[in-house]
């Protein structure tokens, strides 16, 4: 690494990052402790009033709801992805499982949400079916519940848990999975104490790839939930067009913001300490940590060749 | 092991199942001759409406392209130059920009959509095309930096010293030898953009105004309030053209790489 023109380089990247990504973040933490204007905006005089009204109950029902639902979400996801990534790393098509777990992947998000909306509607493809089936006379409302968003956001985002999985699982070497059974490992015990604790990594990464958007959702439940699911990102998009509250707006998504940074770094820290046996620098375990974190993203991103190709 | 296989391969098949039957559902009701639940017979009606009677889809998808194309060019010069000074050169607020490329991946979309939109109303920028643009540009530069800094770091810094040894300037290093170099990066971050920019809704629901209606937000508005069977047949030319786009990129990026 030399001196030399890596500033002048960098610079634009700095300024245009700087100005458009970490100074609207400050404004945000300024803004949450100012007093909303009466046509959005804000006055200028200091108060806790949007933290204040965070606390309260009903604000505490949809912070709820987005924990359950965004925990519950990434739970089922991970239970899905563990044995796909598994399945496709031993397989000898991988090229070909890749592509079919990507296709749906490409699909716009909007047009699969709505999908989704075509299946459960009223009148959609289910209601359809059943009808035609006999099974039932009325429509039975599926959509704008709990479950619908639970599982769209599931069909959502398992692409992002398989990729960062099977890459992982792909990377173990299998042979220590039979020195295990040889030495009288049960199947089941030979994969819960050789093989997850070895790809725990990547496990991590798809935890973390899954919940933070799931955390963050705003389209899913806008589109298929009620009033009861509610998630944090709908309170915000409302406190900002609806109610006109920009230091509520503010303080909500710092909420979130800061929910993710520190379960980002949390995290890290204990799995790096884990996985390196707490002996290696931090600064190893992030890399270790990021660079399948860039990995399954330069996997999951349609034309940059994948591992597999 | 056997029985162990089989339960992943049940899982797998039943996630693919899972992943794949929604779209083949859209599919189906695309060619559906009635507006929405059961099938009355096949028409070509919606395809016919799509292409001959929706001026504001596509409208909405000349912005989307517009939106795609600059951000992503801006995003990719800017990313490129960013990742070249970070990966071989030592100066002030390198690491800074290293962690900052990595906050966009890992914040909630909304953040950056509800950031965005309180820092341009603050200032005074008025909402439209202009914004959502430089909100595109500010989301994909992180990704082209990551993309070309992974190729770069393929390379040996010698590469750089030999170039200065014969006699190249800090430009014509960079024109001639640096970036012909990088350029399955480079293009690949181009394309990654592209798609990306033409995948937002989030954040561009949040910095859009008057007049600056995309793709996604087209698509939004019409099946808010359920199906739209115009939509259905959208959703199929989508799916078709982004599996034909991303194959010819594949097989593109490919020829570069081996040219």
Wanted: charge should be positive; proline fraction near 4%.
């Amino acid at each position: 690494m030399k001196r030399g023109p890596g500033g002048l380089y960098a610079t634009p990247a700095i300024v245009w990052l700087t100005v458009f990504f970490i100074a609207p973040l400050f404004i945000i933490v300024l803004y949450s402790f100012l007093r909303p204007g009466l046509r959005g905006g804000v006055e200028w005089s200091l108060t806790f009033d949007a933290y204040r009204a965070i606390a309260n109950p009903t604000f505490a029902k949809v912070t709820l709801n987005t924990i359950v639902v965004a925990l519950g979400a990434t739970l089922v996801t991970l239970l899905i992805a563990l044995p796909c990534g598994y399945y496709m790393a031993r397989s000898k098509n991988q090229t070909l499982l890749l592509l079919l777990v990507i296709i749906p992947f490409w699909t716009n998000f909007l047009i699969r949400i709505y999908a989704w909306i075509a299946i459960l509607g009223n009148e959609g493809f289910l209601n359809d079916m059943l009808q035609a089936l006999g099974l039932t006379n009325d429509s039975i409302r599926f959509l704008y519940n709990r479950w619908a968003v639970a599982l769209v956001l599931v069909y959502t985002y398992l692409p992002y848990a398989i990729l960062p999985l099977f890459s992982t699982i792909d990377k173990f070497d299998f042979s220590l999975l039979e020195a295990a059974r040889d030495l009288g490992a049960s199947k089941f015990g030979a994969i819960r104490r050789v093989l997850m604790p070895n790809i725990k990594g990547g496990v991590l990464t798809a935890f973390l790839f899954t919940f933070i958007p799931i955390f963050g959702a705003y389209a899913v439940p806008l589109l298929v939930g009620g009033t009861e699911s509610y998630m944090l990102g709908n309170l915000i998009a409302d406190e900002l067009t609806k109610s006109r509250n920009w230091p509520l707006a503010s303080a909500i998504s710092l909420v979130i913001t800061l929910v993710t940074t520190i379960g980002v770094m949390l995290l890290v820290r204990a799995n790096g300490a884990n996985v390196l046996g707490g002996g290696k620098e931090a600064s190893e375990a992030k890399a270790e940590q990021s660079a399948p974190l860039l990995n399954a993203s330069l996997v999951a991103l349609p034309h940059s060749g994948g591992g597999a190709s | 092991m056997k029985r162990r296989s089989s339960f992943s391969r049940a899982v797998f098949i039943g996630t693919i199942v899972f992943l794949f039957m929604p779209l083949f559902v859209l599919v189906l009701y695309s060619f559906n001759e009635s507006k929405s639940g059961s099938w009355t017979g096949f028409s070509l009606r919606w395809y016919i409406k799509l292409f001959s009677d929706s001026p504001d889809l596509w409208r909405a998808f000349g912005n989307s392209a517009i939106i795609a194309l600059g951000s992503a060019l801006v995003a990719t010069v800017i990313g490129t130059l960013g990742a070249i000074g970070v990966n071989w050169y030592r100066f002030r607020l390198r690491s800074y920009l290293r962690t900052v490329t990595f906050l966009p991946m890992i914040l909630p979309e909304i953040i950056i959509g509800v950031s965005l939109l309180i820092f341009f109303s603050g200032l005074g920028f008025k909402l439209g095309l202009f914004t959502v643009f430089v909100a595109h540009v500010s989301f994909n530069l992180p990704f082209v930096f990551l993309l070309v800094l992974a190729r770069l770091e393929e390379f040996d810094f010698s590469i750089i010293e030999a170039a200065r040894d014969l006699g190249a300037n800090d430009t014509q290093t960079l024109m001639k030898v640096i970036v012909p170099m990088t350029m399955p990066g480079i293009v690949s971050g181009f394309l990654t953009a592209v798609t990306l920019s033409l995948e937002d809704f989030v954040i561009t629901f949040f910095v859009t105004g008057p007049g600056a209606t995309t793709l996604p937000l087209y698509v939004y508005s019409a099946i808010r309030f359920g199906v739209s069977p115009v939509i259905n047949a959208l959703s199929v030319v989508m799916i078709l053209g982004t599996i034909a786009l991303t194959w010819s990129m594949r097989n593109f990026l490919k020829y570069i790489a081996a040219k």
